[in-house]
């Protein structure tokens, strides 16, 4: 059972299941100003109904078939800032509930936190911890395994690492594909103009994350909210 169906109190259906990534640069690197700017966040939803009818349907398929995989993966969509994220996870609670996973979901998740509550959290490690502003499942003292912050109480944000147990590199590698290269200490920020492999290397990272998902649920034959 999801986080989301143990604090609903109504049986909401899950009406989108996306994959996201964000970039960010550290602009004055080696000064006292440093700071962090997220420069472009991509997300693809999964095409979970038509997954559920494949596994619903008893008919013979191949986990490892990356096209089939890739089937169930909606087109990219990026936003440039995580406020414009956040606006967009909030505007999809008319469709039902919202599962969200991000690989390594401390790190995404703290930006989320800066926008949504004004400031990171700290965890304390424990199963289940509810605290002011969030309910969280915890695999340590700093990384959470899902998530529902009181501001987004419709989205539930969870860790595709903890479910996977892999890198996005060594998944990609798994799946006969690779990590693009990038230049990291280039800086981007929001309101630049990017390149196409910016684009490209913030979405391959996204695709590799949601095929480890959907295989999952094909081996399991259950549905990814379970």
């Known amino acids: 059972m999801s986080l989301l169906d ?23 690197k080696y000064t006292d100003d440093r700071v962090s ?11 979970h109904e038509l997954l559920y009818e494949l596994i619903g349907s008893g008919k013979e398929y191949d986990v490892n078939d990356i096209e089939l995989l ?14 414009e994220l956040v606006e967009y996870l909030d505007s999809l609670s008319i469709e039902g509930n919202t599962i969200v996973y991000a690989h ?18 700290e965890y304390k490690k424990g199963k289940d911890v509810t605290k002011s502003g ?5 695999r340590s003292n700093h990384a959470p395994i899902s998530i529902i912050l009181d501001k987004l109480p419709t989205v539930e944000f969870r860790c595709s690492y903890a479910l996977t147990g892999y890198s996005i590199s060594t998944l990609a590698k798994m799946q006969g594909d690779e990590k693009l290269k990038y230049d990291y200490e280039k800086i981007r920020r929001a309101t630049d103009k990017l390149e196409e492999l910016d684009y490209k290397y913030n979405d391959k990272d996204i695709v590799v994350s949601g095929r480890a998902i959907i295989q999952k649920a094909l081996m399991r034959k259950q549905k990814i909210e379970n």
């Open 6 to 28: 143990r604090l609903s109190k109504d049986e909401i259906p899950v009406g989108n299941i996306l994959v996201i990534d964000l970039e960010n640069a550290v602009i004055n």
């Open 37 to 47: 700017e997220v420069y472009i966040v991509g997300c693809r939803k999964i095409k």
């Open 70 to 83: 890739d089937s169930f993966l909606d087109e990219p969509i990026f936003f440039r800032t995580v406020k």
């Open 104 to 121: 390594n979901l401390d790190y995404e998740l703290d930006y989320i936190l800066k926008e949504t509550l004004g400031s990171s959290i």
């Open 134 to 138: 969030y309910t969280a499942i915890l």
